[in-house]
């Protein structure tokens, strides 16, 4: 089965760059979408095919994806970009969608 | 606004089946352009998908889940249902449902969740 693996946490402080990771085999030959989640409430997808933003995402989200990672990257980082990231790609060999397993974004 | 919502008991016994059901309001389950989803998410970890169905009741499941889950839709009532059956501890996470746009090819929109435990 597919496995997708992100470091467990990435620090940052306000105003600066956050790069997320999402590495898997090969997983630029997929599309990556990318879902944020604050404690307590559900995931929210912030991007898809890779660097498509949903309607209502500011322009501070983007993504890219080549190789064997694909990261997203927030710009100019504020308190309420804190949260829990996790990419997600279809496995067209199982058919079935993979999830990684979060990196938790901590706003210095 | 399309809005999900999730139903169904919070506490199940280890080896019965667990059932919950998932209400769309503001749009038709019946759409071509859609598949609607179950994820699950132990907490402290990260989400797992459960499976899928499109309107005409084609499926897809997680390999590592399929012979213990069934998911079925109810066009009459708008809802689409989970049926989890021999469970767990290891089944007690938190329960989402989803919608995903065929265009979009992600999960767009979600339920709140439910807290389903497994326990005696």
């Known amino acids: 089965s597919y496995v997708l693996t992100q470091p467990p946490s990435v620090s940052v402080a306000p105003g600066e760059t956050a790069r997320i990771p999402c590495s898997g085999n090969?997983?630029?030959?997929?599309?990556v979408h990318w879902y944020q989640q604050k404690p307590g409430q559900a995931p929210v997808l912030v991007m898809h095919y890779d660097s498509d933003r949903p309607s209502g995402i500011p322009e501070r989200f983007s993504g890219s994806n080549s190789g064997n990672t694909a990261t997203l990257t927030i710009s100019r980082v504020e308190a309420g970009d804190e949260a829990d990231y996790s990419c997600?790609?279809?496995?067209?060999?199982?058919?079935?969608?993979?999830f990684g397993p979060g990196t938790k974004v901590t706003v210095l | 606004q399309v809005q999900l919502q999730e139903s169904g008991p919070g506490l199940v016994k280890p080896s019965q089946t667990l059932s919950l059901t998932c209400t769309v309001s503001g749009g038709s389950i019946s759409s071509g352009s859609y598949f609607w989803s179950w994820i699950r998410q132990p907490a402290g970890k990260g989400p797992e998908w459960i499976g899928r169905i499109f309107a005409s009741g084609d499926t897809n499941y997680n390999p590592s889940l399929k012979s213990q889950v069934t998911i079925s839709v109810d066009t009459s009532k708008n809802q689409f249902s989970l049926k989890m059956t021999s469970v767990t501890a290891a089944d007690t996470a938190v329960y989402y449902c989803?919608?995903?746009?065929?265009?979009?090819?992600?999960?767009?929109?979600w339920g709140q969740g439910t807290l389903v435990a497994v326990s005696s």
């Open positions: 989803a919608r995903e746009a065929v265009v979009v090819a992600a999960l767009d929109y």
């Open positions: 090969n997983v630029g030959g997929k599309s």
């Open positions: 997600q790609v279809w496995d067209t060999l199982s058919e079935h969608y993979v």
